[in-house]
T-cell receptor, first 114, second 114 residues
Framework: GAVVSQHPSWVICKSGTSVKIECRSL??????MFWYRQFPKQSLMLMAT?????????EQGVEKDKFLINHASLTLSTLTVTSAHPEDSSFYIC??????????FGPGTRLLVL | SQKIEQNSEALNIQEGKTATLTCNYT??????LQWYRQDPGRGPVFLLL?????KEKRKERLKVTFDTTLKQSLFHITASQPADSATYLC?????????????FGQGTTLQVKP
């Protein structure tokens, strides 16, 4: 299957700082990338959908000014958690899709906000 | 409201036996259903996709059935091995179309004992 990478794999930051997470599709061009969040013992929850060159669409309850998404190219999308707080601590996972019914997930980024 | 339910209790089976996991959904008319494997601290890995007009799909030791009348999918692993131990997630496109916006079940953890 296709390969999707995320960087960093884990990050610890102080409350109030911003954290950027990168998602790259390594061997295919992703027309659409998705960002999910997973809290312990819970399922993945879709946060937003991004298409290259256009603004991301956010799911209900997800603050677009807090979770900034940039999809600058067909192989790179970034999620920036601005002014992070402890409740933002979670496992953030991206997926990339050439065809939307076939998504390849990244390995995830674990964020801990102190 | 739309719901996807998987048996939240862990499934413990003996090596060599067949594991059967269940995914039930309500208030959906999905065009397809997907199954993923997720290991601790990792992103989901795509296993199988079954479309609404398909009753059954197989891939090596894996078999998925899809009953749109019962609104249920069954996921079978035959000749199970300890390496099959993981959490298995079912997912649906949240629309009747193909947006790629997946709703995940909470997952069933499978433990295969040698």
């Amino acid at each position: 299957g296709a390969v999707v990478s995320q960087h960093p794999s884990w990050v610890i930051c102080k409350s109030g700082t911003s954290v950027k997470i990168e998602c790259r599709s390594l061997d295919f061009q992703a027309t659409t990338m998705f960002w999910y969040r997973q809290f312990p013992k819970q399922s993945l929850m879709l946060m937003a959908t991004s298409n290259e060159g256009s603004k991301a669409t956010y799911e209900q309850g997800v603050e677009k000014d807090k979770f900034l998404i940039n999809h600058a190219s067909l192989t790179l999308s970034t999620l920036t958690v601005t002014s992070a707080h402890p409740e933002d601590s979670s496992f953030y996972i991206c997926s990339a899709a050439g065809r939307v019914e076939t998504q390849y997930f990244g390995p995830g980024t674990r964020l801990l906000v102190l | 409201s739309q719901k996807i339910e998987q048996n939240s209790e862990a499934l413990n089976i003996q090596e060599g036996k067949t594991a059967t996991l269940t995914c039930n959904y309500t208030n959906y008319s999905p065009a397809y259903l997907q199954w993923y494997r997720q290991d601790p601290g990792r992103g989901p890995v795509f296993l199988l996709l079954i479309r609404e007009n398909e009753k059954e799909k197989r891939k090596e030791r894996l078999k998925v059935t899809f009953d749109t009348t019962l609104k249920q999918s069954l996921f079978h692993i035959t000749a199970s091995q300890p390496a099959d131990s993981a959490t298995y997630l079912c997912a649906l496109d949240r629309s009747s179309g193909n947006t790629g916006k997946l709703i995940f079940g909470q997952g069933t953890t499978l433990q295969v004992k040698p």
